[in-house]
């Protein structure tokens, strides 16, 4: 009888131990991931100043702002601090950049801000629509990196985890840089009723998106449709 229960009880044991061992690599191999909680205003007049780009520079009339992502862009602040950063994408009206104040009132901002030490900050609900990116801000969800052309490795480990968890809860097809979004026009998905209008950009810089795209090769998102991955 004793030999009998004894088996069983020794298979049970050394699931209990494999299924323990298999966590803790799981673990070591996934950092812990955390999204801290820091909104900007999102009030009635951001609401329907966000309804008027979509309908005026995307050509899209809906009830609500709020996108179906099926891209992710990649910026960099250009302004050297957490807070800097969020006093600038805090208020509902634009209140600089002569260059694109005739285009709406409506301020830039995005919902993902990664600060210097890769902590990952929540602006806004991941699927309202934002403007940040010329032609595209129907269709792409944003993520903004304090600093310039010195983003840290611990940004990068964050910009690689949030792709992550973007693709793994939407629809996502493309991950670009800022500087490629001039790219799609001409394609299915540039939305932009003044061809006019355009700027120059250059963030996050291509060595940080080449390192960020190779981290997340195995999720198969595309990029620039006028350049090879």
Same mark, same amino acid.
């Given at each position: ?12 044991? *050394?699931?209990?131990?494999?299924? *323990? ?5 799981? $673990?070591?191999?996934?950092? @812990?991931?955390?999204?801290? +909680?820091?909104?900007? @205003? ?20 809906? $009830? ?7 891209m992710i862009v990649l910026h960099w602040t250009a302004v050297p601090t ?39 900050? !929540?602006?806004?609900?991941?699927? @309202?629509?934002?403007r940040h990116c010329i032609g595209l801000n129907y269709c792409a969800i944003?993520? +903004? ?14 910009? @690689? ?30 939305? +932009? ?9 250059t963030d996050p810089g291509k060595e940080f998106m080449k390192n960020v795209? !190779? ?5 198969? *998102? ?8």
């Amino acid at each position: 009888m004793k030999t009998r229960f004894a088996l069983p009880k020794l298979r049970c044991q *050394l699931a209990c131990i494999a299924a *323990l061992v298999s966590l803790t690599v799981c $673990s070591a191999q996934s950092p @812990v991931f955390r999204i801290i +909680e820091k909104p900007i @205003v999102f009030d009635e007049e951001r609401k329907l100043l966000s309804l008027d780009y979509l309908i005026r520079r995307h050509g899209i009339q809906q $009830s609500a702002p709020y996108i179906k992502p099926k891209m992710i862009v990649l910026h960099w602040t250009a302004v050297p601090t957490l807070q800097a950063a969020f006093d600038l994408f805090n208020p509902s009206v634009l209140t600089d950049r002569p260059d694109i104040q005739a285009a709406s009132r409506l301020n830039i901002s995005v919902p993902f801000l990664v600060d210097r030490d890769g902590t990952i900050y !929540r602006l806004l609900p991941d699927t @309202v629509f934002t403007r940040h990116c010329i032609g595209l801000n129907y269709c792409a969800i944003g993520i +903004e990196n304090v600093g310039n052309n010195n983003l840290t490795d611990a940004q990068l480990d964050a910009n @690689v985890q949030l792709v992550r968890y973007l693709k793994q809860r939407y629809a996502i097809e493309y991950l670009i840089g800022h500087y490629e979004y001039k790219d799609f026009i001409g394609t299915p998905l540039w939305k +932009e009723t003044d061809s006019t209008y355009l700027t120059s950009k250059t963030d996050p810089g291509k060595e940080f998106m080449k390192n960020v795209r !190779r981290q997340v090769k195995d999720l198969k *998102l595309k990029g620039s449709p006028l350049q090879a991955e």
